[in-house]
């Protein structure tokens, strides 16, 4: 990871400040396609403009999905986890909430799947990566203000770094929104600096531009700190927040999945038996039982 270096300086200044986080994105307007039936829910692809101008003009078009069933009254924004491109994953992880009366919205990351900008996840540089998280949020944030006439009970949730981008729209939106941030903590600065994905980072590459690997090291700590969830005031509705982590997360360290979990006193903590990849495959239903349980607190 970040091979390809530092990426832009001017971006790095400029989008590192947390205030970005806090601007109120411009209301946006969707473009929907005619919906499909996918069993008992129906399926429509759209897309709007996103409201982060910074992104280059490939990645400047936001995809998303729409599962929605008669008669449910909640929506959930499902941010998408590191490397998840398309909607497959999160249609097989959490696609049965639809039957829970809980209407899902996928939405595709800034430089994924179809907002690719020639290259892959794996080749974007830390600037690129500063502008997919905050693209996320700001996304994240005008749709759930899109959602908000539409219907009575509102969420955002995530698994791994979707779930910390979720965690950082609940707590930098202004509605009360329930919270299901899923395998994550209060800041991703250790999962790319000390856990087991540093291992894949290329310190030697950043490190040729700032005097060495440690000064790499520490820069990208400094960089990612600032999507520090702690940063934040709590959520509206903090006690409509469930945070989980995994037993067996050799990525997310569990003291930043209790760190996250104190910053927001008042949600609910939640251990899932399963490691960070395994529990995608083995605990659907007690990650799915998460949303609904934020949810459901609302």
């Known amino acids: 990871m970040f091979a390809r270096g ?8 400029e989008f590192s400040n947390r205030s970005r986080y ?4 411009a209301p946006v307007k969707i473009a929907w396609r005619e919906p499909s039936l996918q069993g008992d829910d129906a399926c429509r692809d759209g897309t709007f403009a996103s409201p982060l101008l910074a992104l280059p003009d490939p990645v400047k078009t936001v995809y998303l999905r729409a599962l929605t069933r008669e008669g449910n009254t909640a929506a959930c ?10 909607y497959s994953i999160r249609e097989r992880v959490f696609g049965r909430l639809t039957g829970r009366e809980i209407d899902l919205y996928l939405v595709e990351n800034p430089y994924y799947g179809l907002r690719r900008n020639g290259r892959g996840p794996s080749d974007i540089t ?21 959602l908000k006439p539409r219907y009575a009970k509102l969420a955002v ?11 950082i729209t609940a707590a930098v939106t202004p509605l009360p929104v329930a ?19 540093s291992w894949s980072v290329d310190f030697d590459s950043l490190g040729n531009a700032v005097g060495g690997c440690d000064a790499a090291r520490e820069r990208l700590r400094e960089l990612f700190d600032t999507a520090d969830v702690t940063r934040y005031r709590p959520p509206i509705l903090v006690d409509a927040a469930v945070v989980s982590g995994c037993t067996h997360d050799g990525y997310v360290l569990p003291s930043e999945t209790e760190r996250l979990a104190r910053h927001w006193r008042g949600c609910t903590l939640r251990w899932i038996k399963a490691g960070h990849f395994s529990s995608l495959l083995t605990q659907r239903r007690a990650l799915c039982e998460c949303v609904e349980e934020a949810v459901g607190k609302l």
Do not use: N, Q
Request: net charge negative.
């Open 77 to 86: 924004v499902m941010l998408a986890a590191s490397r998840d491109e398309g």
């Open 6 to 13: 530092w990426g832009d300086e001017a971006v790095m200044a």
């Open 157 to 167: 949730a995530g698994y791994s770094m979707g779930g910390h981008m979720a965690a």
């Open 126 to 146: 830390v600037s690129d990566h500063g502008l997919m998280a905050l693209g996320m949020v700001l996304e994240a944030r005008a749709l759930l203000e899109y």
């Open 179 to 197: 919270c299901a941030a899923l395998a994550t903590g209060a800041s991703a600065s250790a999962i790319y600096t000390r856990g087991l994905l």
């Open 22 to 25: 806090l601007a109120k994105p």
